[in-house]
């Protein structure tokens, strides 16, 4: 069983940055593809971004792109979050989450369904004040 252990959350205005980690247990982080999700007070948890196993493929929910990038380090087991050019809207709990399956190229359909993910760490709050 895996365990993801997020960082980095915290306070800031509108127009901050904040960097997320997401640490993994285990020896095969690296075969898995990673997400980020969200959840905002009484809504449903967000898909916010997604990377593939090796790096090379990343997808974004629109209201983040140009502003939030994942990236992952493979040597260190942990998937990262940069945001930049944060709005109130993006206050939320993040969490980090692993693909159900390793090893296989998945599309942005895919990787939005939270359902495909079944190994989720604990969270961080992020918020944002205008």
């Known amino acids: 069983q895996v365990r993801l252990v997020e960082s980095g959350g915290g306070s800031v205005q509108a127009g901050g940055s904040l960097r997320l980690s997401c640490a993994a247990s285990g020896r095969t982080f690296s075969s898995y593809n990673m997400g980020w999700f969200r959840q905002a007070p009484e809504k449903e948890r967000e898909f916010v971004a997604g990377i593939s196993w090796n790096g090379g493929v990343t997808y974004y929910v629109d209201s983040v792109k140009g502003r939030f990038t994942i990236s992952r380090d493979n040597a260190k087991n942990t998937v990262y979050l940069q945001m930049n050019s944060l709005k109130p809207e993006d206050t939320a709990i993040y969490y980090c989450?692993?693909?159900?399956?390793?090893?296989?190229?998945?599309?942005?359909?895919?990787?939005?369904?939270?359902?495909?993910?079944?190994?989720w760490g604990q969270g961080t709050q992020v918020t944002v004040s205008s």
């Open positions: 989450a692993r693909d159900r399956s390793l090893g296989r190229s998945r599309n942005a359909s895919y990787y939005s369904n939270r359902a495909n993910f079944d190994s």
